[in-house]
Every structure is written in structure tokens, then in C-alpha cells.
């Protein structure tokens, strides 16, 4: 079970900070992430369509960017981005609605009646692999150019880091006013938030969209007021780190 607390929130915090990915230089960090995970680990996205290793897609310039960085090596460790609805249109196609409109269940979508200028997506979630392998994994597909030696302690906030992307995607929905998030989930993330208090409802079919997912949808004020107690504290960090 995934939990944690003052202190293992402190630990988390000595180890990797979370920010908005707000020059070229951060984005570049994201957009290699999103390349090593999409493209070179999992085959999501053709190599061929990324230059200079980079992935990147046509709602990048639009989103919210946020990179986490391992602070000992300074090496980004995980991304995640918010595609809000776009204020000049807001009927326009956030992703999973361009890419999986098919399994969505757009009677429970239409009942909800959502406004759509508060309406955004949680999307490009990737947790490096040098911050995924087990102990003792010293080589990869690419080599071990990547590989960090890693304490103990360091590991133990492993588990933390995609939470950690997610309540950053959260800091950002309540700063921004945005009150309704969709994701495109795999089937152990929803389980793996239930946990720490973060309940996504399930609003599609299981669809083959980089590998099995489905459509979830949760509200920003759900979000905050339903987390975890012992989760706040990784919440407060990220949101200061995030907002000052």
C-alpha cells in the first residue's frame, strides 16, 4: 500500500524536487523523458517521429509541463503535462477525446454536463526506468550509461515519484481554476491513487491506446478535500515547490 508521511514527505523532498517545466531547457529535460519511456521502452511512439530524441505532439504548446528532477544527479526522473481546453475553443479535442472517442461513455459524459472551459487533461505521465529497476538490474536495453547508485533511503521514495507527478497535475488544476481532469489510465493507476485518497471514476471501455487503457475523470475540490491525511504533507511540498 502505497502511504506515507511527514517524514517520508521530507525524505521525497531531499531527494527530488517538482517543477513547471517553464524554459527550453526544462522542456527538453520532459520531452527526453517522454522519448527513453515512449518511444525507446515501450514502442508508443515511433523513433522516427522524434527528433534528436525528443517526443513531443501537437497539444505540447498549449499544456502545462512539469518535470521531477533526482536532486543528487540532477537527472530528470519522471513528466507529466495538463492539456487544458483551449480558451479560444473550448469544443475542441482535448487528447483522449482526438484518440479514444470511441470508448468513451458519452451518455454518463453528456449527463455529467460538464463546463468546458473547466476541463483539462492529465496526460504523458513517464517515470524514467534508471528510477523503476529493482536493485541489482544494473544493465537495460540501452546499457548502463543511465544507471545511478542509489541508497537505500533514495528507493524507499520510489513508489512516491508517479503520486508525486499526480498531485503536481493537481496544484496545477486548483491554481489554474480548471475542476474536472481526464486521464487515460492503465489499470493499476486508478487502483494505485485509490490509495492515497485520489478516486478517479471510470468513464470509458478499456481501449489499445500505448497499451491498455481506459478514461478516468476526477474533480479538482474531490481531489483535495478526499486525499489521504498522511498524504498532505508531499501535497504541500510539491504545491510550494510548484507555486512558492
Request: a negative charge; hydrophobic letters at 35%; glycine letters at 4%.
Amino acid at each position: 500500500m502505497v502511504q506515507t508521511s511527514g517524514e517520508t514527505a521530507d525524505t521525497f523532498a531531499k531527494y527530488f524536487r517538482v517543477d513547471l517545466a517553464y524554459d527550453d531547457a526544462l522542456l527538453d529535460k520532459v520531452h527526453y523523458i517522454r522519448y527513453r519511456v515512449y518511444c525507446e521502452e515501450f514502442g508508443y511512439e515511433p523513433k522516427d517521429r522524434c527528433p534528436n530524441q525528443r517526443e513531443r505532439d501537437e497539444f505540447d504548446a498549449a499544456s502545462l509541463h512539469c518535470l521531477v528532477t533526482h536532486l543528487p544527479s540532477n537527472q530528470p526522473a519522471a513528466c507529466v503535462r495538463l492539456v487544458p481546453t483551449s480558451d479560444d475553443d473550448p469544443k475542441s479535442d482535448l487528447p483522449f477525446e482526438k484518440y479514444c472517442r470511441e470508448s468513451l461513455d458519452r451518455t454518463l459524459l453528456s449527463e455529467m454536463g460538464l463546463d468546458r472551459a473547466q476541463m483539462c487533461e492529465v496526460s504523458r505521465l513517464a517515470v524514467d526506468r534508471s528510477f523503476r529497476r529493482r536493485p541489482g538490474e544494473h544493465e537495460t536495453r540501452i546499457g548502463n550509461a543511465h544507471y545511478y547508485q542509489f541508497s537505500d533511503e533514495e528507493r524507499r521514495t520510489f513508489p512516491f515519484i508517479a503520486v508525486s507527478a499526480y498531485l503536481a497535475a493537481t496544484a496545477i488544476m486548483k491554481h489554474t481554476g480548471r475542476q474536472h481532469a481526464f486521464a487515460m489510465m492503465e489499470p493499476f493507476l486508478p487502483r494505485l491513487l485509490r490509495r492515497t485518497g485520489i478516486h478517479f471514476s471510470r468513464v470509458g471501455a478499456d481501449t489499445d491506446y500505448h497499451g491498455v487503457r481506459a478514461a478516468y475523470h476526477i474533480e479538482t475540490q474531490s481531489a483535495l478535500s478526499a486525499m489521504n491525511p498522511d498524504l498532505v504533507g508531499l501535497y504541500s511540498i510539491i504545491e510550494r515547490q510548484l507555486f512558492g
